[in-house]
C-alpha cells in the first residue's frame, strides 16, 4: 500500500534525504533519471539553486535549454523517492526523443506502484502549465517505464532512433484534459 504522497519543490528542508536518494542511485551504476539528478549535490545549497536557475524564459542562457522545472515526490514520512522535471516547452530534441516529462524512481523503492502515482501527480502540474497534450517517451525494452505510462493515458505514437547511439525512443502522447 502507498503511503501518502507530496509532491515538493526542491529546498533544504530535505538535505539528508536528497543526499541518501542520490547516493543510493549513484552506488547502483543505473542512468540517473531525470538528467537534473545527475548533478553532484555535496554543495546543496548550489544544487538547489542551479534547479530554479532556469524555470523561466527569461533565466535561459543555454540555447539548447528551454525552462524546466523539477520536483520530488516524497511520502509522508519526508523520504525522497523519486523526481521528476517538465520541459515547458519542446524544442526538435525534446520533441523527438526526450518528451515534456522526465521522472524516476530511486532504486530500492521501484516496484511499489510509486512511478504510476509520481506520473499521475506530474500531469497534474503539466496541466497546471496550460497544456492540453503531453509527450513522454522511454527507451524500447523499459518495459516498466511503458506501462506507467499506458496507465497514465498514454497513446503510442512512433519510435525515434537516436543518431549518436542507435538507442530506440518510444514516443507517447497523453490528453491532459480526460
Known amino acids: 500500500m502507498i503511503s501518502k504522497l507530496l509532491l515538493v519543490k526542491p529546498s533544504s528542508e530535505y538535505y539528508e534525504e536528497y543526499l541518501s536518494f542520490y547516493n543510493e542511485w549513484k552506488s547502483s551504476g543505473e542512468d540517473m533519471v531525470p538528467w537534473v539528478i545527475e548533478k553532484d549535490p555535496s554543495d546543496f545549497i548550489q544544487y538547489v539553486s542551479f534547479l530554479y536557475s532556469q524555470d523561466s524564459e ?16 516524497v511520502d509522508s514520512q519526508q523520504t525522497v ?18 518528451g515534456r516529462i522526465g521522472y524516476g524512481i530511486r532504486p530500492s523503492q521501484r516496484r511499489k506502484g510509486y512511478a504510476t502515482s509520481l506520473l499521475s501527480l506530474t500531469l497534474e502540474k503539466t496541466r497546471a502549465l496550460g497544456l492540453d497534450t503531453v509527450l513522454v517517451v522511454c527507451d524500447k525494452g523499459n518495459m516498466g517505464s511503458e506501462r506507467t505510462i499506458i496507465k497514465n493515458g498514454g497513446r503510442f505514437d512512433s519510435e525515434f532512433v537516436e543518431e549518436d547511439s542507435g538507442n530506440i525512443v518510444r514516443r507517447f502522447w497523453i490528453d491532459l484534459n480526460v
Open 58 to 73: 527569461e533565466k535561459i542562457n543555454i540555447e539548447a535549454f528551454v525552462p524546466h522545472s523539477t520536483y520530488w515526490l
Open 81 to 98: 523517492l523519486g523526481a521528476f522535471n517538465i520541459r515547458h516547452r519542446l524544442n526538435e530534441k525534446l520533441y523527438n526523443c526526450g
